[in-house]
Nanobody, 123 residues
C-alpha cells in the first residue's frame, strides 16, 4: 500500500522560509517522479514543482521559480520542498504526489497522493 506523508507546514511571516518533507512507503521510490501541488481555499489544485525519478530533471511553476527548490533523497524515500521568500499568495495546503518515472504537471497523471500539509503565510 502506497503511503505519502507530508510534514513541515506551518505559519510563517512573508519573506520567511519553510521546508516541507514527503516520506514515501509502499513504492520503489527511486522509480517514481514526485510532484508538489497546492490548493488554496476556493481555488483549484495547482502544480508547484516536480522532480523525476533520478533527481536529474525538475520543473517549476513560474509562480515559484527562484524561490522554491525541490530535492529528493532516494536512500531515505523522501522528497523535500524548500520554500524561501514566501508570500501571502503561497498560502495553501501542499500535497505531494507520485507517478512512475518522469515529470508531468497535470495532477490527473499522478497515481498516489498524500494528505497534505497546510502552509500559511501572513503579511
Amino acid at each position: 500500500q502506497v503511503q505519502l506523508v507530508e510534514s513541515g507546514g506551518g505559519l510563517v511571516q512573508a519573506g520567511g522560509s519553510l521546508r516541507l518533507s514527503c516520506a514515501a512507503s509502499g513504492i520503489t521510490f527511486s522509480r517514481y517522479a514526485m510532484g508538489w501541488f497546492r490548493q488554496a481555499p476556493g481555488k483549484e489544485r495547482e502544480f508547484v514543482v516536480a522532480i523525476n525519478w533520478s533527481g536529474t530533471s525538475t520543473y517549476y511553476a513560474d509562480s515559484v521559480k527562484g524561490r522554491f527548490t525541490i530535492a529528493r533523497d532516494n536512500a531515505k524515500n523522501t522528497v523535500y520542498l524548500q520554500m524561501d521568500s514566501l508570500k501571502p499568495e503561497d498560502t495553501a495546503v501542499y500535497s505531494c504526489a507520485a507517478r512512475a518515472w518522469e515529470i508531468t504537471t497535470t495532477p490527473e497523471s499522478y497515481a498516489s497522493w498524500g494528505q497534505g500539509t497546510r502552509v500559511t503565510v501572513s503579511s
